[in-house]
């Protein structure tokens, strides 16, 4: 599967952006998909996880109740839905997709490029 993530960009403090990650090749059904990011200088950290229907979520506790992963398998698409953004939620973000069954697992098979997302204060 290759993926290839959207979205990313400037937003305010208590803002909100989305993110997109649209899959190719074997249908994204197949897989579980989550997001990670990244900052300089550190390494690559999860934020959220769902099921191959998206009936089960994950989400690091840093982003709970704040963004919301969700996906439409039919469009072949992952989304991330960021809200009240603050800045320390700066980074590169990554979709990635995996097989197996936990939703909570940070072992990742297909990774796809990152995307910007800068948050002003």
């Known amino acids: 599967v290759q993926l290839q993530a959207s979205g990313g960009g400037l937003a305010q403090a208590g803002g909100s952006l989305r993110l997109s990650c649209a899959a190719s090749g074997r249908s994204v059904g197949s897989y579980i998909m989550g997001w990670f990011r990244q900052t300089p200088g550190k390494e690559r950290v999860f934020v959220a996880g769902?099921?191959?229907?998206?009936?089960?979520?994950y989400y690091s506790d840093s982003v709970t109740g704040r963004f919301t992963i969700s996906r439409d398998n039919a469009e072949s698409t992952v989304y991330l839905q960021m809200n009240s953004l603050k800045p320390e939620d700066t980074a590169v973000y990554y979709c990635?997709?995996?097989?197996?069954?936990?939703?909570?697992?940070?072992?990742?098979?297909?990774w796809g490029q990152g995307t910007q997302v800068t948050v002003s204060s």
């Open positions: 769902i099921s191959r229907a998206g009936g089960r979520t």
């Open positions: 990635a997709a995996r097989y197996g069954t936990s939703v909570a697992s940070r072992d990742y098979d297909y």
